[in-house]
């Protein structure tokens, strides 16, 4: 087992290892994953998974679009204000916004056309990024960051 340099970080690391722990560069192990959405090796944290590039933060913010789409639906009918419900007609197509962010189309196309899988989808999706940390990219990657 020897020591190799990386050629992006300039840190030294196994030959043995996937990819560099320090910067996750990877020299053609990895040929066999999808451009979109590539594994990251998470060494800096010390978990030694492969984990999405996908920010948590931004799929978080995404998945309350259909609540938000709902929400303002409601207050815009009681007001009869069209400004309202025109807005919230625009939400409620982005409301697949968060699955077409990691890579899942059918799923997104999904909940664009029903907001959020009449928010159940939108729910659920929420759970597993906040509270179990199970939500997967469209290569079976955790979205963990």
């Not at 938000?68 to 009869?80: E, K, P, T, Y």
């Not at 919230?88 to 197509?93: F, Q, S």
């Not at 999904?110 to 939500?135: E, N, Q, R, S, W």
């Amino acid at each position: 087992m020897a020591l190799i340099k990386c050629p992006e970080c300039g840190k030294e690391y196994s030959d043995s290892a996937i990819s560099c722990p320090n910067c996750g560069y990877t020299a053609g192990n990895q040929k066999n994953l999808k451009k979109m959405g590539q594994g990251i090796k998470e060494g800096m944290k010390g978990l030694n998974t492969t984990a999405s590039p996908k920010k948590k933060s931004v799929c978080v913010k995404l998945s309350i679009i259909p609540f938000v789409a709902i929400v303002m639906g409601i207050i815009g009918g009681n007001l009869n204000n069209d400004a309202l419900i025109a807005i919230c007609g625009l939400l409620a197509i982005c409301s697949g916004a968060c699955n077409f962010y990691v890579g899942n189309f059918k799923k997104g196309l999904l909940y664009t056309l029903t907001c959020g899988g009449f928010l159940v989808g939108a729910v659920m999706d929420l759970v597993h990024l906040k509270v179990t940390g199970t939500f997967k990219d469209a290569n079976g990657y955790p979205v963990i960051y």
